[in-house]
């Protein structure tokens, strides 16, 4: 198994853990994007874990900010965040709200509401740019998100000044608050739209860690890159893959048992 | 005033490199000297003032302090939350300048009409409102943001603006400053934004200009409500002036923030804009004079 896979595992059962003691809602979407956090974070970014303001750093934005658990979980394994603050999380007046948060060691950014997270990390690419920095700007994006229009405005931007500095990761796992995106408001074609806006496009399977890699590692010249992750809402536990209810329930004290043992044995 | 606006922050930008300028597909015949000084500082971004907005924040996440241009209500309303959530919440240097404030822009319609501005960037916690009466004021608040960059809302009018002040005022958030001083206890007219221009006028030609005091607030904040009090109490009457609507706007502002002392707030009456302008359309006299801004309502 892969370290990074190692990671990812660490990751969902503290991420279950977290929102089982907070009775908190969307574990679902956490589980969707920890495969790529784990990648991001175990293999491709560069980052120093004493550091939280390391210069050359490069950002991440998680723009789809109900999913923080897997983020704040990630954080505290690579040592940016004491794991004792994650016990915090969902307390009053805790930094670690139920919406990704800034005051939080190693966030960049705030989010909670959709469409913020592209046009920041937007920001961020063009002041790199303007400085001629290398570091690089990567954007965890839903797939329901995509519906709101500034996204397109900041995929226009970006190609435009030729932002090939920012990687916008897309999590398609086809499900969003009420109804799968099909019956929402439909996408497809997602990558031809991607295409036409300006990007460089990857459509890979959002839970293999080598794909993953691959495709976060590469940059173009003049494009910014987009990529489109397939990925299954829940991965992971068996009873909360592609389902809608998973986007609000927390599991009771059975099913958080339940759902650690089911990633023991995947992972044993 | 927008020449004012653009002549300071060219001479700025000369010797601070963390200086951008960012405009909303608008600006002609303004923001030019700004754009061929400094291209690699200056960005257009389209018709898209969400984005804007949002990268704007993102560029001064590292550093830049970010002047963003627009008219009227495209760079407030049209972007509310991205100034709420991105600029305003993560305490980012951005000034958001819009021109065309009050109906400066009374001929182009309702959309150009700003007069519900103050009511929405007054509510952001961080937010520094910078309202200046002429073309010194514009300086003053310019030289002040960029001393100390912060979220800020730079409301202008258009141009030709005479000069009220005869130099460059001093400035501070909250702080009063006089153009017409008729001694303690005197009748006050407190103004923020271009009714400098109209209560001063309307002073000069009165046959007891001395019976009177004339002060102007170019910046004002929800911080900076405490030092409202002490201020207040010096005059008889406070008449607030101001081209926006009363609800939400600086007269409001001034009773929320003298709230404690009852007392007070018998002296403080509000001029501002009736809100039957609201659809009308007409020159910016024409349409002030509509909405009550005219001598005899002024007076009263």
């Known amino acids: 198994m892969l370290a990074t896979q190692k990671l990812a595992n660490r990751i969902r059962k503290s991420s279950l853990k977290m929102v089982h003691r907070a009775k908190a809602s969307h574990i679902a979407s956490a589980l969707s994007i920890t495969d790529i956090l784990a990648v991001l974070y175990g293999e491709v970014m560069r980052f120093d874990p ?5 210069e050359v750093r490069d950002r991440f934005i998680l723009s789809k900010g109900h999913a923080c658990v897997a983020v704040y979980s990630t954080l505290a394994e690579v040592g940016l965040i004491p794991r004792e603050q994650l016990e915090t999380y969902g307390d009053d007046f805790s930094w670690l709200m139920n919406h990704i948060s800034h005051k939080v060691n190693g966030v960049e950014f705030s989010t909670g509401s959709l469409g913020h997270g592209l046009p920041f990390g937007v920001g ?17 994006l839903s797939d329901g998100e995509m519906d709101e229009g500034v996204n397109w405005e900041a995929l226009m931007f970006a190609s435009h000044h030729k932002l090939s500095n920012i990687t916008a990761i897309i999590d398609y796992n086809k499900l969003q608050s009420l109804d799968s995106v099909e019956n929402t408001l439909g996408l497809e074609p ?3 739209k991607l295409k036409a806006f300006g990007c460089s496009t990857h459509e890979i399977d959002g839970h293999d860690h080598r794909l993953i890699a691959k495709a976060l590692s590469h940059t173009t010249n003049e494009k910014p890159t987009a990529i489109v992750a397939h990925t299954t809402k829940g991965k992971g536990v068996s009873f909360m893959e592609n389902r809608v209810e998973w986007h609000y329930k927390n599991p009771n004290d059975e099913q958080l048992e339940m759902a650690l043992a089911e990633l023991e044995i995947a992972y044993a | 005033m927008r020449n004012a606006f653009i002549d300071e922050l060219v001479e700025a930008a000369a010797s601070n490199d963390n200086i951008v300028l960012v405009v909303g597909d608008l600006g002609y015949g ?7 000084c400094f291209p690699k500082r200056f960005f257009n971004a389209g018709v898209a003032e969400q984005n804007m907005m949002g990268f704007a924040a993102g560029l001064a996440s590292e550093g830049f302090h970010v002047f963003v241009y627009s008219i009227a209500n495209f760079p407030t309303f049209r972007c509310a939350e991205q100034i709420r959530n991105d600029v305003d919440y993560h305490n980012l240097p951005v000034t958001i300048v819009a021109v065309g404030g009050g109906l400066a822009y009374g001929n182009l319609g309702y959309s150009h009409h700003a007069v519900q501005d103050y009511a929405l960037m007054r509510v952001m ?5 910078a309202s200046p009466g002429d073309p010194m004021e514009v300086r003053a608040c310019m030289r002040y943001i960029i001393n100390n960059p912060q979220p800020s809302y730079l409301r202008l009018g258009k141009v030709g603006e005479p000069c009220i002040h005869s130099q460059i005022p001093e400035v501070r958030p909250g702080e009063w400053v006089s153009i017409r001083d008729g001694g303690e206890r005197s009748d006050t007219y407190l103004t923020t934004g271009a009714t400098l221009e109209l209560v001063n006028k309307l002073l000069a030609e009165s046959p007891d200009p001395d019976r009177y005091s004339l002060k102007s607030m170019p910046l004002w ?19 607030t002036v101001e081209d926006h609507l009363m609800d939400g706007g600086f007269g409001s502002w001034l009773l929320e923030a003298t709230s404690i002392r009852p007392d007070l707030l018998i002296r403080i009456k509000i001029r501002s804009l009736d809100s039957k302008v609201c659809g009308m359309v007409g020159k910016q006299a024409t349409l002030n004079a509509e909405g009550g ?8």
């Open chain 1, 50 to 54: 004493v550091d939280q303001n390391y």
């Open chain 1, 124 to 140: 961020k690419a063009l002041a790199a740019k303007a400085r001629a920095e290398t570091w690089r700007t990567f954007v965890l």
């Open chain 1, 190 to 192: 997602l990558i031809d």
């Open chain 2, 30 to 36: 303004v923001v030019e000297p700004f754009a061929k």
């Open chain 2, 125 to 129: 916690p961080n937010m520094l409102i």
């Open chain 2, 221 to 239: 904040s929800m911080k900076a409500k405490s030092s409202q009090v002490r201020q207040v109490e010096k005059f008889l009457t406070v008449r």
């Open chain 2, 293 to 300: 801004l005219i001598h005899g309502v002024l007076c009263e």
